[in-house]
Every structure is written in C-alpha cells, then in structure tokens.
C-alpha cells in the first residue's frame, strides 16, 4: 500500500476519536477509553458537560462505567481531536417525514472530519446506511474538503453498530462485531481495533458494501417478522383466539422464531428498511416483502385504537370525552428513548376519536417530550379515573404493579388493554 511505513504502529496506539456520543457513541468511546487515548466529540455542548461530571441522561452507562474509562475525554471543540488519527463516526441517520434517509448529520460529520484530515488518517463509519454509501456520499465529502485522495492518502472503514438501548444483558463488549475496510490492509486494521474491546469476537466482512448491507438487512428482517406476527395476531382476533396462547402452542417447535405483536417505533427496526428502500429505488427494483412489512407495521396502532374503540361500544362506554390512560411512551421498554416511538401514533389516533389522554412513563424526560410531541407527561395516574387503560410500554415498573393497582386506576365500569402482555389474560379484558 503507498505511503504507508509500517501501519500497524501507526494505528495500534494513535489517539483515536469518537464523533457524536449517543446511545452508540458512548459506550464506544468508554470501551475505547479503559484500553488507549480517546477523545470523545459531540456538537451538543450539554451533552459533553453532562459527560464531564461522569452523567448519562440515556441511562446506558452508570457514573462508575464512566469514570472506568480513564484514559477518555469529552470535548465539544474540532481543534481538539486534530491529534488524532482514527475517527470513528456514531452520528445519526433518521429518516424524514416522508420516510426518506436523512443524511444531514452525517454529512455533518464528514464536512467536520475532512477539516482535519492528514495523511494515512483512517475515518470508520458506524451509522446505518444503504449499501454503498459509505463510498458513494461519505467518500466524496471527505476528498473534496480535505484535498485528499481516498485509499491513496486516507482510508474508511466501516463497522455497523448493533447497541440495543436499555438492554444490561447484551453489552458491547459481548455483540459479535461486523469490520470492514476500503482495503484489504486497513480491514485487517479495523478489525484488530475492535478486537481490541469486543470480547464476543469479529467478523471481517469482504468489503464495505457487504458489511452495510449485512446491517440494513438485519433490522429488515426483524421487521418483516414482526409484520408477519402482526397479521397473525389480526386474524386471530377476528376468529377470538388469544394470539399470546398460540404463539406458545407453536413456540414449543424447535425452530418458531419467537416474536411477539406490537408497534413497531425506535431508530432502527421501523427507519433501516427505508434506507434500503431508496437504494432499490435508485437501481429500479420495487420490492415487495419489505414494503409489505413497513405497511402492516405502520398501521398496527390504527389497528389498535380501533380495536379499542371497538370495545368500548360492546361495553356501552362512551367514547367522546372518555379518560384514556397510555401507560408508557417510550419506543421501547426500559430506556427513555422517545426517538421514532409510535404511541404518538395512539395518542393520535385517541385524539381523532374526540377522547381526553393522559400518558404516563417514568423513564421519559417531560419537558422533551412536551418540546417534540406537546404532550404533557403526567405525574402519576389518577385513581378511579379512567374508562380505558392501554399497556403500551413493557417497562419494569409497570410489570411490577399487580392488576388490583393498574384495575384501580380506572372506573367501575372501564377496560383494560394489554399490548404487551403484562398481566394474565383473565386480568384484562383485551390484548393484541
């Protein structure tokens, strides 16, 4: 490879930069942190405070996990990650209202990262994209700003994050990892940097392209399972069997994979199809499976509001200007993660119906939510209030209440919805 004089010395002990310190970032930056120098970058300054005094609003890391990492430090200053040279990029890649990729932070990041580029420097991308993006939108960037040439002067890696937000169990030092890189030189070097905290091991995938689209199908299929199970738990409720009791008939089958219904929110499993929708796009195929899932994921809250609404006619309960109560918020259980959660979609859907709601999570920040969603987040339900109490967020401190306390919340005559299976079925009066 040109310019290179022994490579291996120039990245095993360099400093090393993480840019954007989210819910991948930082874990990153901490693992990093306890084996060499790292400097951990983000463009929100209360964010790196936050950091500083050794706190994580995300609940992901603990003051000790932090503090552990002693050889990391935060910074919201470009100058002072000039120094190094491996830069690992964590930002976020959304989708817009119209369900398109949203590429702006990482376009940020590029334009910020090429400022600093010196020779032989080595930028890992960790965000989810399409296949073929890294090269095709990142690449470009980087050369532009910086006046270098790729795979001649620097080089790109990539290694896709697989961190599961609110999960204790798998950790990153304990998830397989996927490396690549834009040679086979610098793969073999982006792979003997992970291995360096992946304790669960790597996997060195043959090229870039190959280790983005092994990430984007990942959540794809997770996704279309879920849409399957879904439609499953549709038609079963039209023939009035309990989803839940055949799930764990057919569960019993050594190889069901083992899915439950739901909506289906958050940063990864209901955006990555997206990402690979608009590659198809761009290459003229129109898939079908994929755009089937996203539909029938889509419109699971539809499905529920008017399955609640449904019963609240059965039970002669008035729905115009009836109490709601929706128990959780968040995307997913266990985390305050309010990115891409559809209970806005119930809450919606609630509202269109002419009903009051109150929502209730213990996990969210409420003045974030009231900034992004307007929803005033309450303190704690009200006994004897409500004609409907919707489960819609499995989080530990509601699988704690027993139904006497949850069927207190509401009135004599009211309904309980179980969307995640919280309680018995003889304790509620529906569930998906």
């Known amino acids: 490879m040109s310019n290179f004089i022994n490579v291996n010395s120039i990245y095993k002990k360099c400093k090393l930069a993480i840019v954007g310190l989210g819910y991948v970032g930082l874990p990153l930056a901490l693992e990093f942190g306890k084996k060499r120098d790292v400097i951990g970058f983000d463009i929100n300054n209360s964010r790196i405070e936050e950091l500083k005094k050794a706190e994580d609003k995300s609940l992901e890391t603990t003051f000790e996990e932090i503090n552990s990492a002693t ?32 590429l702006s932070f990482l376009r940020q990041a590029c334009s910020m990262i090429a400022k600093l580029l010196k020779l032989n420097d080595l930028v890992i991308f960790e965000s989810t994209v399409y296949p073929g993006l890294t090269e095709e939108i990142c690449v470009p960037i980087l050369e532009k700003k ?76 997770r996704d279309v399972n879920i ?28 190889n069901f994979i083992q899915l439950k219904p739901g909506i289906v929110g958050g940063h990864c499993i209901s955006v990555d199809p997206y990402y690979l929708l608009q590659k198809c796009l761009e290459i003229g195929y129109k898939p079908q499976m994929i755009t089937a899932g996203r539909s029938i994921n889509n419109n699971m809250p539809i499905f529920i509001v008017n399955e609640v609404i449904n019963l609240m006619s059965k039970k002669s309960i008035k729905v115009l200007n009836s109490n709601i109560l929706i128990m959780g918020f968040t995307f997913k259980e266990n985390c305050p993660d309010i990115r891409n959660t559809r209970v806005i979609d119930l809450v919606d859907g609630f509202k269109k119906n002419k009903t009051n709601i109150d929502v209730y999570d213990p996990y969210v920040n409420k003045k974030e939510i009231l900034n992004q969603y307007n929803i005033e987040i309450i ?47 003889k304790k509620v009066d529906a569930r998906l």
């Not at 549709?234 to 019993?252: C, F, H, P, Q, Y």
């Not at 949850?406 to 309680?423: A, N, Q, R, V």
């Open 71 to 102: 050889n990391l430090k935060f910074t919201n200053n470009l100058d002072d990650i000039k120094i190094c040279k491996i830069f690992i990029v964590t930002v976020p890649t959304p989708i817009d209202d119209k369900n398109k990729p949203d």
């Open 146 to 221: 910086s006046g270098l040439i790729f795979n001649k002067n620097f080089f790109c890696g990539y290694s896709s994050e697989r961190i599961n937000p609110g999960d204790k169990e798998h950790r990153l030092p304990f998830i397989k990892k996927v490396t690549s890189g834009s040679t086979e030189e610098i793969a073999n070097e982006v792979d003997n940097l992970y291995k360096q905290i992946i304790i669960a091991g790597t996997h060195k995938a043959p090229s870039i392209k190959v280790a983005e689209a092994a990430k984007v199908i990942e959540n794809i299929q």
């Open 379 to 425: 303190d704690e339900p009200l006994q004897g209030k409500y004609d409907v109490i919707l489960l819609a967020v499995a989080h530990d401190e509601f699988k704690k209440l027993s139904a006497k306390k949850i069927k207190s919340f509401g009135k004599e005559k009211s309904i309980i919805y179980d969307m995640k299976y919280l309680l018995d079925i």
């Open 227 to 254: 849409a399957l199970i879904n439609e499953i738990s549709m038609i079963l409720n039209k023939l009035n069997i309990d989803t839940k009791s055949v799930l764990e008939a057919a569960g019993t089958k050594w």
